[in-house]
């Protein structure tokens, strides 16, 4: 079954979208944020929690799982997701933003990046081809194409080197797709990544030749790493302006809602970030009125749940006083509960940005999140 | 309302009994296993994964909750069941284990014991009164009488001051309830905690008092505190010889599935331990056919669950494989998955064998439960 975007409608005044895709595990409607299942779980949370919370597709890390438990043993125990019990859609990355950000000793070279796993220190090899065959091995609904990316701020000559590198890759992976596809493997969906950093001509011309290539959508890469927002956004205006209508538009490692919101104005369909799940473990959560600390002494007696406008399972049964209770005392159930809190949370606002592209107000929508989120005014401890 | 307790059924072979006691938070059922929150939660587990376990009781610490969040804030909050939102009954202890076992600091003195807290070293004071007002004002269902406590082996005369201290803070606390209740306060019912260590003549001297006490259940104090099995349980037999038929008997500390079937034969109807959850988060849990160390190399790729005779929310759902690789990757999850199966594999536990004592059949269950967990038949890898 080819993979296929449905663009459902377009915001008039902005870039903002509203579509829908189909996968071998259901649908999936987008604007679309994916938590983080790093290794195989999203921290604290089970599979049934995610759905709970209204989640349809998991991004899951290539880096992490071939290390461990390794793709041999993922497919022997029927793929990422029965091995997990996860029923959703799922997307993985190539593994070529980990293998460059947590090692120091990769060595980069024409074939493939030749790195040490930062478990044991072993050494491994990643190329284009084995990205594609790992993904099809944990058995992906969409996998990511290996790209080259370089650390900011990079000369220039190096962000042009990654660029041509990341084409030759892209398609190098696209040819080994093709390979499975013979053999009978390679069903998931392939999507290729823009490179180019925070340099508007390097970008284009990245995607002047990657947009050629038959993906089954396209990633914002490269962003998101220290540039700043509006650079960032700059440059996802940009992307999206060019990367074509009628396919998916994912923009890697976005999860601070403001920003979530800016760049699904700019016309991104998919994000994912471990910001709001890395953040509820560590007692701050992000609510519609802002960024709460749990811990604040001022919500030692505060009967309110986090967020008053939120009806996930905790923010419907737990107060804030109970919540820091449990992370002053280093109980494992407040990060859990943060955590249901934290993806309920971006679910119901990439929910809310889609009804509200849908009934043709995503303007007034995105104004009115913006302010409440500036306002902070739940935040203020309760009268009392 | 008087505390009631309605024994249902006595074995004719042995001494086990079942029978039911009502709360104001809903009927409890015996023999009873009291998970335990001891700062106002089951680590890691919600209060909906307790119920869903079938667990109708929970034990809370005294001497955690009074230093953090303290009795005012519990209280302020609405008592316990309201501050974590649990629906089920609650025990709480009196905080005369704690004060011993995790200060080296503490002076005991006819008034009380003056200890440090182990969280900021600041001076506290619990006397007999003290705890049943802090006790009352966390809202819990039973009370503990403020026990005092010997380290085991102690020469036969500290032994004997503990037993003669712990019968008149016994009848301290009973008289600040009925204080209490002049106040309107106070409803909770209390439990008196015969002492003795393993010297059988002083915990018959102990109870020869303290049974004639108007205490709605007798704890059995002192024991599983180094003992061994077989000592232990000899005073088990000995304490419920002597302990009136028509109230509930507590034994406290207790949890291996062995000991809680063992003691259940010998007239036990409630009992309380962290070992259960404790292990379980530490990767080690309790099946019908032994303790499963959950990261074994065996189970990398074993389909079964942990329990193939469980039917929890985890062995319902979850292989042994992928429980494996979440305790080896430190992934919160596993913690979760285990801990919701150790809590279920008690509550079944008792609920087994309350149904043998009921049906008649209790000697029958015991043997074929001893056997079983001797057997290790399923800890073996399965045959791939």
């Known amino acids: 079954m080819p993979f296929s975007f449905k663009l459902q409608a377009e915001d008039a005044a902005t870039g903002a979208r509203a579509g829908c895709f189909a996968t071998p595990h259901g649908e999936v409607l987008t604007p679309a944020f994916m938590p983080v299942g790093t290794v195989g779980s999203v921290k604290s949370l089970s599979p049934d929690d995610l759905t709970a919370a209204g989640c349809d597709i998991l991004l899951c890390n290539t880096y992490h799982l071939m290390l461990r438990p390794g ?7 029927g793929g990422m997701h029965r091995f997990m019990g996860w029923d959703g859609a799922m997307l993985t990355d190539s593994g070529g933003f980990q293998v460059m950000s947590l090692n120091e000793l990769n060595r980069v070279r024409e074939e493939g990046v030749e790195f040490r796993s930062h478990l044991d ?20 609904d969409i996998a990511m194409s290996f790209d080259h990316l370089v650390r900011l701020p990079a000369p220039p000559a190096d962000v042009r080197e990654a660029v041509d590198r990341t084409v030759r890759w892209a398609r190098r992976g696209l040819e080994e ?11 998931m969906a392939l999507f290729g990544i823009n490179q180019g950093g925070t340099d508007a001509a390097e970008r284009a011309r990245c995607f002047s030749e990657l947009g050629a290539l038959p993906f089954d959508g396209f990633a914002l890469g490269g962003l998101w790493v220290g540039e700043g927002r509006s650079l960032g956004l700059e440059m996802v205006e940009r992307d999206c302006g060019e990367f074509p209508r009628e396919k998916p538009r994912y923009l890697m490692g976005v999860g601070h809602p403001v920003d979530v919101i800016e760049a699904i104005a700019r016309g991104v369909d998919m994000m994912d970030c471990v910001l709001p799940t ?3 473990r560590r007692g701050t959560v992000f609510i519609d009125s802002g960024r709460l600390v749990v811990r604040n002494a001022a919500y030692a007696h505060d009967e309110r749940p986090l967020d008053p406008e939120c009806d996930c399972a905790t923010c419907r049964k737990y107060t804030r006083a109970y919540l820091r209770h449990l992370f002053i005392s280093g109980e494992l159930l407040g990060m859990r509960l943060a955590s249901v809190h934290a993806v309920h949370h971006m679910m119901s606002l990439v929910r809310r940005a889609r009804a509200a592209v849908l009934d043709g107000r995503f303007s007034a929508f995105r104004s009115g999140f913006l302010e409440k989120f500036a306002s902070r005014e739940t935040l203020a401890a309760a009268a009392s």
Request: glycine share 12%.
């Open 121 to 140: 220190g072993s050494r491994h090899m990643l190329s284009p081809e084995e990205a594609i065959r790992v993904q099809d091995g944990l058995g992906t």
């Open 177 to 187: 797709r093709t390979r499975l596809r013979e053999d009978g493997r390679g069903h």
């Open 278 to 280: 890395r953040n509820a």
């Open 71 to 77: 793709v041999d043993t993922v497919r022997k125990m």
